[in-house]
């Protein structure tokens, strides 16, 4: 059964959200195609850059990403509100830092002159467009999708689609989900055997906070790695653009869910060397407390961040917070949850629950 993604999307736009954009055909366009056996590894830096660029326009805030072969996952919190304390003069220059009025012979953007200033901030209609585009979910993956297509097909000499149609998305209602998506995601070049550890997965959220963990303290992440393929860090790249771990949100009610980077960190690296492995035992004790927090169960987590997919589609989170998200939409139900029950700690009375997928 579809679901369509307005329905999904909060009344006040303000959600955290795992999207994934696939590339045409799942074609390997952004790694080793095995057919043609050319490289295209280099557009994932394409992706990582974009992405930095887009946090520091848009009222978004990164909490993960991955950069793979054929796809890309980001898990991110749009915040609309956040547009509103914005002047019109700041919403004026962070749309035209993503669509410039001109640019000069080398391709750089323009700087707004005086007089395109004065139009653009007498213009009422365009400013109100501008501020809703800039905390719109939709905008966002289309400033990160449409540049990289059209670069992409510029490098290839072709035309033609780049992705295979418009991105997936998932509202993530609570904490527990936000956690489970985010380990999910950093852990993608790990469970595709790409990587060890999460530390050596290139391209991923974790791998940088990993990084600018060790720079902070004055260590060499390739040293601190048991990896001896492990690349040297870029020294230009940092985490500073992706949301800090400690003040992640996961809803206004919950607030800042009190995970510190080095637990999630701890967390993240203990997983992965779980699945890499192939085990299936509980995590570490002293980290079950955290998940406690969450309300997620330590003993069933490492196979239900490896199968993570399977468990939510749509919208991941408590079973009686699904069924009253369906209720509030019209519908009987967004997704299964069965596998809810098995992922989270508390297990609601009402175990009414749909086993059909959105």
């Not at 749009?78 to 001109?102: C, F, H, I, N, Q």
């Not at 070049?189 to 959220?205: C, H, K, N, W």
Request: charged share 30%; with cysteine; hydrophobic share 40%.
């Amino acid at each position: 059964m579809t679901v369509a993604r307005s329905s999904i999307i909060p009344e006040n736009g303000v959600g955290v959200f795992h999207c994934i954009s696939r590339c045409v055909r799942r074609a390997w366009l952004c790694g080793i195609d095995p057919y043609n056996h050319k490289d295209y590894s280099h557009r994932k830096q394409w992706v990582r850059d974009r992405l930095e660029q887009l946090a520091g326009i848009y009222a978004v805030d990164v909490y993960a990403y991955a950069v793979m072969s054929n796809h890309l996952h980001v898990v991110m919190r749009v915040d609309p509100g956040k547009v509103a304390t914005w002047s019109d003069r700041e919403v004026v220059m962070r749309w035209r830092r993503l669509y410039p009025a001109g640019r000069d012979a080398d391709g750089r953007a323009l700087e707004p002159t005086k007089d395109q200033m004065s139009t653009w901030l007498a213009d009422e209609d365009t400013l109100a467009l501008w501020r809703e585009r800039l905390g719109d979910l939709s905008w966002v993956m289309r400033s990160l999708n449409e540049p990289l297509a059209r670069r992409a097909n510029k490098e290839d000499k072709c035309k033609g689609r780049f992705w295979e149609g418009r991105f997936k998305s998932q509202l993530l209602c609570d904490a527990g989900a936000v956690m489970a998506c985010m380990a999910y995601v950093d852990l993608n070049p790990v469970r595709a055997g790409l990587a060890d550890t999460p530390e050596t997965s290139e391209f991923t959220s974790v791998r940088e906070r990993f990084e600018s963990e060790c720079a902070a303290r004055g260590e060499s992440a390739k040293q601190k790695s048991e990896s001896a393929d492990q690349k040297e860090p870029n020294p230009q790249q940092t985490a500073a653009w992706l949301t800090p771990v400690e003040d992640i949100v996961a809803d206004e009610e919950f607030g800042c869910w009190g995970v510190s980077l080095a637990e999630y960190l701890e967390l993240v690296d203990v997983t992965g060397r779980m699945i890499s492995e192939g085990k299936r035992g509980a995590i570490p004790s002293h980290l079950a407390p955290m998940l406690a927090r969450l309300e997620l169960r330590a003993e069933t987590w490492v196979g239900s961040v490896e199968g993570y997919r399977s468990i939510f589609q749509r919208i991941a989170g408590r079973r009686d917070r699904l069924m009253g998200l369906a209720k509030e939409a019209g519908r009987k139900w967004f997704c299964r949850g069965s596998g809810a029950r098995e992922f989270y700690a508390t297990d609601p009375p009402d175990r009414r629950v749909a086993e059909v997928s959105g």
